[in-house]
């Protein structure tokens, strides 16, 4: 059985930073790709960043660039998303999951939350 549990999230002050975590079980990072969506209150889920499993490749969206940065331990089989200079509009709920870049994600984690004051 394949288990994501997302971790880190909490209240922070914009320009602040948090590291969100991502423990997995039942798959592992050499098989599949890892990727950060978020959800903020009332807006569609997008995606934040991926990390590809073949070239370790990384991919961000537009606003998060030079911020935010992907990572993995395989060693841990955990996965990361350091987020720094955190803005309000970075508010939501944070799912990591595993799958391809080009848009496949068949398992997800639980979320969690993470708010940015002003």
Same mark, same amino acid.
């Given at each position: 059985? %394949?288990?994501?549990?997302?971790?880190?999230? /909490?209240?922070?002050?914009?320009?602040?930073?948090?590291?969100?975590?991502?423990?997995?079980?039942?798959?592992?990072?050499?098989?599949?790709?890892?990727?950060?969506?978020?959800?903020?209150?009332?807006?569609?889920?997008?995606?934040?960043?991926?990390?590809?499993?073949?070239?370790?490749?990384?991919?961000?969206?537009?606003?998060?660039?030079?911020?935010?940065?992907?990572?993995?331990?395989?060693?841990?089989?955990?996965?990361?998303?350091?987020?720094?200079?955190?803005?309000?509009?970075?508010?939501?709920?944070?799912?990591?999951?595993?799958?391809?870049?080009? /848009?496949?994600?068949?398992?997800? /984690?639980? /979320?969690?939350?993470?708010? %940015?004051?002003?």
């Amino acid at each position: 059985e %394949v288990q994501l549990q997302a971790s880190g999230g /909490g209240l922070v002050q914009a320009g602040g930073s948090l590291r969100l975590s991502c423990a997995a079980s039942g798959v592992t990072f050499d098989d599949y790709a890892i990727g950060w969506f978020r959800q903020a209150p009332g807006k569609a889920r997008e995606g934040v960043s991926c990390k590809s499993k073949s070239d370790g490749s990384t991919y961000y969206v537009p606003s998060v660039e030079g911020r935010f940065t992907i990572s993995s331990d395989n060693a841990k089989n955990t996965a990361y998303l350091q987020m720094n200079s955190l803005k309000p509009g970075d508010t939501g709920v944070y799912y990591c999951a595993v799958g391809s870049c080009s /848009g496949y994600w068949p398992y997800w /984690g639980q /979320g969690t939350l993470v708010t %940015v004051s002003s």
